[in-house]
């Protein structure tokens, strides 16, 4: 089955061709090929992502995009037996464009439409590694807008173990690498910065590191952040010292609540998702801990940490074949005029 993904739920427009008859073996097999466009250049003069041009990008991006990986791929679009795309969450106007341009492709060709959750593609990107873990496993999953434990029995069975009760951790990187001046978007700036920084010069608090729940906590972080900031003594030559501290307790609470999350469950497979993913710190320390508690981490390839389409066809073409390998010979049928968007949509009632 040939599946087309399409991402726009953010500041990424993502595209992917994935062939699930080559990848039963491993999935990255399957990856035909991908493209992503990332707007961030475009948003950066704003410090951030601004929804209207954001949905206009993707409108340009998204099917000079397709063209360029079918050619790639050596494949037309009447190869296609299914167009997956993101329905959620994210911006309502990034999502409607990919939405429309998926459903409008599918009812054109005659095959199905498949609407994602993103944060499930984020969840199974991992598998598109040259080594993918098996089920189940913990998934660690931090993006912009999300920070979550998640108990990942088989694809479709996620139990939530906790969440953060105000600002994810990407968001908590982002707004102390603004009140640190760093470009949109922060995390890897700041990560970048932190490296020049010595350690210890800044003690910041671990919210609810302590807590016996899995949840987590950011707000608190961001103001300490800022009044260490704004003290009279503090220097642009601080601002190393600075970001290296942020960057130590944001990973210093995702780790020890991973390895809680571990114990709690049993399980000694984590699976690390999402943009902060891309974090060398956050990777170090959790393959130190791993090493030392028989645990293995896995990881997404560094390109499909960030927002991409590859794994939102690879979750089309999973759905698909785990709900209806049958009746996809039939779609021609139930392909769809109308579709709707989910700006918000929780994971765990998938
Ligand atoms: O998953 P993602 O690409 O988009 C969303 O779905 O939100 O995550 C973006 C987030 C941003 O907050 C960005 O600052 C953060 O991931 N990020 C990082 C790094 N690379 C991206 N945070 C820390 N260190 C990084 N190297
Ligand atoms: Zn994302």
């Given at each position: 089955m040939l599946v087309l993904g399409i991402e726009t739920s953010c500041d990424e427009s993502g595209v992917a061709l994935y062939d699930s008859a080559r990848g039963r073996d491993t999935p990255l097999s399957g990856l035909l090929a991908h493209a992503i466009h990332s707007q961030v250049a475009m948003h950066n003069e704003y410090g951030g992502v601004v929804p209207e041009l954001a949905s206009r990008d993707h409108i340009r991006r998204v099917l000079p995009l397709v063209q360029k990986i079918a050619a790639q791929a050596g494949?037309?679009?009447?190869?296609?037996d299914a167009i997956a795309y993101t329905q959620g969450p994210g911006l309502s106007g990034a999502l409607l464009v990919g939405a429309s341009i998926a459903t409008a492709l599918a009812y054109g060709l005659g095959i199905p439409a498949v609407p994602v959750h993103h944060l499930e593609g984020h969840l199974l990107s991992p598998l598109l590694s040259k080594d993918p873990p098996d089920f189940p496993f913990v998934a660690l999953l931090v993006s912009g807008g999300h920070t979550q434990l998640m108990q990942v029995a088989a694809v479709g069975d996620y139990i939530l173990l906790g969440e953060t009760l105000d600002d994810a951790a990407g968001e908590a990187f982002d707004k102390s690498a603004k009140m640190l001046g760093l470009p949109y978007p922060g995390g890897p700036a700041l990560s970048r910065l932190a490296q020049e920084g010595k350690p210890g010069r800044f003690r910041l608090p671990r919210p609810m590191q302590k807590s016996r729940d899995l949840d987590f906590s950011f707000s608190g972080l961001k103001t300490a952040v800022m009044l260490a900031a704004r003290a009279a003594d503090f220097g642009d030559a601080d601002r190393p010292d600075l970001a290296r501290a942020v960057e130590e307790a944001i990973v210093d609470v995702l780790a020890s609540k991973s390895l809680a999350a571990l114990e709690r469950t049993g399980m000694a497979r984590l699976v690390v998702a999402g943009g902060v993913g891309a974090n060398r710190l956050l990777r170090t320390t959790l393959d130190a801990a791993a090493a030392r508690r028989g645990f293995r981490v896995y990881y997404p390839e560094m390109e499909l940490c960030t927002d991409n389409g590859a794994m939102i066809a690879l979750v089309g073409a999973l759905r698909l074949g785990a709900s209806a390998a049958a009746d996809a010979a039939d779609t021609g049928t139930r392909a769809s005029r109308g579709f709707t968007v989910k700006p918000r949509w929780d994971l765990a009632s998938l």
């Open positions: 494949v037309g679009m009447k190869d296609l």
